[in-house]
């Protein structure tokens, strides 16, 4: 049985930072690419980053380049979101997603091509 299982999200104020983590188990972790995604009150599940199998390659949304790192540990099967300088936006349930790309696609940005999902951590930030 696949399981992703997020945690580390909590309130926070303006500025500040959190860092979630993503455990995933019951597959080979290795070999998918893991996403982040975010979604707010009202709103749409929008892509936040993504990280390649081996961890060199990334890809952010522009509303946190600059400010979120999303980096994976392959040998403890986690996958790893650091938010700094945080802004009340940023305020949503975060989730993490795996993905099996084809071998020629660039990391997909889009929810539904994730095979597996988490069941999210609220992150809040207070103004």
């Known amino acids: 049985q696949v399981q992703l299982v997020e945690s580390g999200g909590g309130l926070v104020q303006a500025g500040g930072s959190l860092r979630l983590s993503c455990a995933v188990s019951?597959?080979?972790?290795?070999?998918?690419?893991m996403g982040w995604f975010r979604q707010a009150p009202g709103k749409e599940r929008e892509f936040v980053a993504a990280?390649?199998?081996?961890?060199?390659?990334?890809s952010y949304a522009d509303s946190v380049k600059g400010r979120f790192t999303t980096s994976r540990d392959n040998a403890k099967n986690t996958v790893y979101l650091q938010l700094n300088s945080l802004k009340p936006e940023d305020t949503a349930v975060y989730f993490c997603?795996?993905?099996?790309?084809?071998?020629?696609?660039?990391?997909?940005?889009?929810?539904?091509?994730?095979?597996?999902w988490g069941q999210g951590t609220q992150v809040t930030v207070s103004s």
């Open positions: 019951g597959l080979t972790f290795s070999r998918y690419v």
């Open positions: 997603a795996a993905d099996t790309p084809p071998a020629w696609s660039g990391l997909r940005r889009g929810p539904g091509s994730y095979d597996y």
């Open positions: 990280i390649r199998q081996g961890g060199v390659s990334t």
